[in-house]
């Protein structure tokens, strides 16, 4: 893929497209047999109130929005009680809501989204990246696990337990 890909804040005219890339996510969480999501969170307000409060992100791919996720600094109050334990206690950057248009599905775009995560907090010269996801959520399980990020426990989030993890940046 010999594409142009930049991570950008998300703007409120980009809402409609990124809700439509979250229902495909849901979807396709719901045919994986996933619990994940499917309890009507993310939904469009989450979507505008993440483009409010500067969290949301997308990845475009030669101008076309191709990702969408939530990135939040030092601020996930779920992260304060984990059964197990974080690498650090420095300033870090959660990764929340992270949806691949299936159009742009397997071509390693979530990868290559962790790749801008990282530089992304390199630059704002932020200590690490904290993620959470469902103990069933394979793919993002597997890309974690591929990027170098450390199990570190489990966290209490959006009514469930989620496997939590860490990868120190600086």
Known sequence: MNSEINLRKA???DRDIIWNILQQAIERRKQDGSTQWQQGYPNL???ESDIEKGFGYVMTVDDEIAVYT?????DEPAYSTIEGAWLSDGE???VHRVAIDEKFAGKGLAKKLFDHIEDFTREKE???IKVDTNYDNIA????LE???YSYCGEVFLAGGMRKAFEKIII
């Open 11 to 13: 703007e409120i005219k």
């Open 45 to 47: 307000g989450t979507v």
């Open 70 to 74: 939530a990135l939040i600094l030092n």
């Open 92 to 94: 870090f950057v959660v």
């Open 126 to 128: 932020i200590q690490s």
């Open 140 to 143: 993002m399980l597997k890309i």
């Open 146 to 148: 591929s990027k170098g």
